[in-house]
Every structure is written in structure tokens, then in C-alpha cells.
């Protein structure tokens, strides 16, 4: 069954929700002219921003990270997106010199060793790559919604990261029957991967299908504790480092 048809549903208020996404991206559009960026994970939420981008003709960039552990359906869509849309993608990878170090002294399954070890390859591999990204940004836009996890579950539309830059979050408030609607109704390019119970796509080694009733994000690092569902690209720094260290005692 595919995701459109397990998912896709009409609910009251869509239009609206659509509507006020658009303006908040046109509004984000204006307010940092020529300095926005919408940060894609490929996903099904993000694959709606920018549909919305190209379908209005928004003057925002868009940059993925490719972080060398993507699946290949997952990578496949860089070009679907350029192709379909006509639109640039801007790719950031990690600096090759640090994955060789990383992998030559923890191994190419590191991440399954600890949490520590985790974050240090989700380090090399996304964030570092984000912070180029978001370097000469003022603004940059997300597919978090509330419904995705506990911990975003109070995901305001407009926040703001460590270095002071605009983080918008666009669908906040829409439902996952929301996404595959719209998915549904514009043809809009999604991965495969959706459609064999994975919702939440990362890296390759840190993502696996979820069983009925499990939570959304239950396939992402299933083998640690859903506190420490993050990467950290969403996670403000003193939170992060408290992630790390663990809680004051």
C-alpha cells in the first residue's frame, strides 16, 4: 500500500493551513531577501515546502545535506527536484578528511557503540555541513511539525537558532493526513521509502520501518532512549550539551 493511500486524508482547515503556510513563507521571503534557505532532509514534510516554493515562485534557496549515508532512493531525490521543479539544489557534504578519521578510529557501525559516538558522526556528517549552510544566512525553514515527536511538540512557527537566524517552521501545525493530501493532490515527488512504513527518513544506518503503534520518530536510532531522539540539528546548544553530559545531577 502506498503512503498516499495509507495516509492522505481531507481534514477541516486544510485550505487555510495551506494558505497560511504560504504566507509565511513569502513573508520569511521578504523579510531576509536573498538570505533564506529552506534546509530539506527530503522528507514528505519537506518535499510540501518546496512544492509551496516553486508552485509561488519564492525567492528562497534550497540546500540538502548529503551525508554520504543517505539511501540511494533518498539521494535519487536531489535530481527529482531539479528535474520536476527546474529549481537548484544546493548539496553540502561532510569534509572528507573527518569521516576518514572518524571511521578509521571508530569503525563504519560507530554509531551503534554509544550515544557519544552517535552525535559525534551525526557532527561530521550534518552539522558541520549545516553550519555552511546557514553561514551568510538570516533565515532558514524546516518541515518540523508538532505531531512528529514529544519533544516538538510545542514547535512554535517562528523560532530562532543559537546564532540568531530566523527558523521557520512552516507546517507546525499540520497534521502527517495533511502532508499526504497535499502530496496527493499536487503529484508532488516523494521517497519510496515512505511507502514501506519508514515516516521518518534519516542516514541508511539509523532508520528502519516502525510497526503499527509505534510512535513516528520509533524508527529513528531505534536502539536508543526516545530522549535522545536528536541529532542536534534542531536542538538549541544548551540543551545539547546537557544531551550530552547528561542531566545535572
Same mark, same amino acid.
Given at each position: %500500500?502506498?503512503?498516499?493511500?495509507?495516509?492522505?486524508?481531507?481534514?477541516?482547515?486544510?485550505?487555510?493551513?495551506v494558505?497560511q503556510?504560504?504566507?509565511?513563507?513569502?513573508?520569511?521571503? #521578504?523579510e531576509?531577501?536573498?538570505?533564506?534557505?529552506?534546509?530539506?532532509? /527530503?522528507?514528505?514534510?519537506?518535499?510540501?515546502?518546496?512544492?509551496?516554493?516553486?508552485?509561488?515562485?519564492?525567492?528562497?534557496?534550497?540546500?540538502?545535506l548529503e551525508?554520504?549515508?543517505?539511501?540511494?532512493?533518498?539521494? @535519487?531525490?536531489?535530481?527529482?527536484?531539479?528535474?520536476?521543479?527546474?529549481?537548484?539544489?544546493?548539496?553540502?557534504?561532510?569534509?572528507?578528511?573527518?569521516?576518514?578519521?572518524?571511521?578509521?578510529t571508530?569503525?563504519?557501525?560507530? %554509531?551503534?557503540?554509544? /550515544?557519544?559516538?552517535?552525535?559525534?558522526c551525526?557532527?561530521?556528517?550534518?552539522?558541520?555541513?549545516?553550519?555552511? %549552510?546557514?553561514?551568510?544566512?538570516? @533565515?532558514?525553514?524546516?518541515?518540523?511539525?508538532r505531531?512528529?515527536? !514529544?519533544?516538538r511538540?510545542?514547535?512554535?512557527?517562528? !523560532?530562532? !537558532?543559537?546564532?540568531?537566524?530566523?527558523?521557520?517552521?512552516? /507546517?507546525?501545525?499540520?497534521?502527517?493526513? !495533511?502532508?499526504? &493530501?497535499?502530496?496527493e493532490?499536487?503529484? #508532488?515527488?516523494?521517497?519510496?521509502?515512505?511507502?514501506?512504513?519508514?515516516?521518518?527518513?534519516?542516514?541508511?544506518?539509523?532508520?528502519?520501518?516502525?510497526?503499527?503503534?509505534?510512535?513516528?520518530?520509533?524508527?529513528?536510532?531505534?536502539?536508543?532512549?526516545?530522549?535522545?531522539?536528536?541529532?542536534g /540539528? &534542531?536542538?538549541?546548544?544548551?540543551?545539547?550539551?546537557?544531551?550530552?553530559?547528561?542531566?545535572?545531577?
Amino acid at each position: %500500500m502506498s503512503a498516499i493511500a495509507l495516509y492522505a486524508r481531507a481534514s477541516e482547515g486544510f485550505e487555510a493551513r495551506v494558505a497560511q503556510a504560504v504566507e509565511r513563507l513569502r513573508d520569511a521571503a #521578504v523579510e531576509h531577501a536573498g538570505r533564506i534557505v529552506q534546509a530539506t532532509s /527530503l522528507g514528505a514534510e519537506d518535499m510540501v515546502i518546496t512544492d509551496l516554493i516553486a508552485r509561488h515562485a519564492l525567492p528562497i534557496a534550497i540546500g540538502t545535506l548529503e551525508t554520504g549515508k543517505l539511501h540511494a532512493e533518498t539521494s @535519487a531525490l536531489i535530481d527529482r527536484i531539479e528535474q520536476h521543479y527546474g529549481l537548484a539544489v544546493e548539496v553540502y557534504r561532510p569534509k572528507n578528511e573527518a569521516v576518514i578519521e572518524f571511521v578509521r578510529t571508530n569503525g563504519e557501525e560507530a %554509531m551503534y557503540r554509544s /550515544l557519544a559516538l552517535r552525535k559525534g558522526c551525526c557532527g561530521i556528517r550534518k552539522l558541520e555541513p549545516l553550519s555552511r %549552510m546557514l553561514a551568510e544566512r538570516g @533565515a532558514w525553514i524546516t518541515g518540523l511539525r508538532r505531531e512528529q515527536s !514529544d519533544a516538538r511538540g510545542e514547535v512554535p512557527f517562528r !523560532d530562532h !537558532d543559537d546564532a540568531g537566524r530566523l527558523k521557520l517552521n512552516a /507546517l507546525a501545525d499540520w497534521s502527517w493526513a !495533511d502532508v499526504w &493530501h497535499y502530496i496527493e493532490r499536487h503529484q #508532488v515527488p516523494y521517497n519510496p521509502l515512505h511507502d514501506q512504513f519508514m515516516p521518518s527518513i534519516g542516514c541508511a544506518p539509523c532508520t528502519r520501518a516502525i510497526a503499527v503503534g509505534e510512535p513516528f520518530r520509533a524508527g529513528r536510532w531505534w536502539w536508543e532512549d526516545e530522549t535522545a531522539k536528536e541529532c542536534g /540539528l &534542531h536542538v538549541h546548544q544548551e540543551a545539547a550539551v546537557v544531551s550530552a553530559i547528561g542531566a545535572p545531577q
